[in-house]
């Protein structure tokens, strides 16, 4: 069994950051994708940042050069670190793992454990 666990949500004022960790309990495979997905009220699930068993990393046009994301060898362990945050970027935040060992061309439906989500709020 598998278990994706993000926390480290909660109200951040506009401009300032916060990251947020995820951790998998249970067998995760090296060979995998991790990615963080957000939704925002009455908006579509969207991938904001994914990195693949070799360290490759993609983000969303929405959140480059403000967000990071980074991963332990073993992918256990993930954070999302989020910077100069906005109002447009609260939302839901989910990580979520797929047993392909590339994040390239995967959607939501293609990754096999999901945590529960943590909610990030951008309020002056």
């Known amino acids: 069994q598998v278990h994706v666990v993000e926390s480290g949500g909660g109200t951040v004022q506009p401009g300032g950051s916060r990251r947020i960790p995820c951790v998998a309990s249970?067998?995760?495979?090296?060979?995998?994708?991790m990615a963080w997905f957000r939704q925002a009220s009455g908006e579509a699930l969207e991938m904001v940042a994914s990195?693949?068993?070799?360290?490759?990393?993609a983000y969303a046009d929405s959140v480059s050069g403000r967000f990071t994301i980074s991963r332990d060898s073993a992918g256990i362990n993930g954070y999302l670190q989020m910077n100069d945050l906005q109002p447009v970027d609260s939302g839901t935040y989910t990580c979520?793992?797929?047993?392909?060992?590339?994040?390239?061309?995967?959607?939501?439906?293609?990754?096999?454990?999901w945590g529960q989500g943590t909610h990030v709020t951008v309020s002056p």
């Open positions: 979520a793992v797929s047993v392909y060992d590339t994040c390239t061309w995967l959607d939501q439906k293609d990754f096999h454990y």
């Open positions: 249970g067998y995760i495979a090296t060979t995998s994708c």
């Open positions: 990195i693949d068993d070799r360290g490759r990393i």
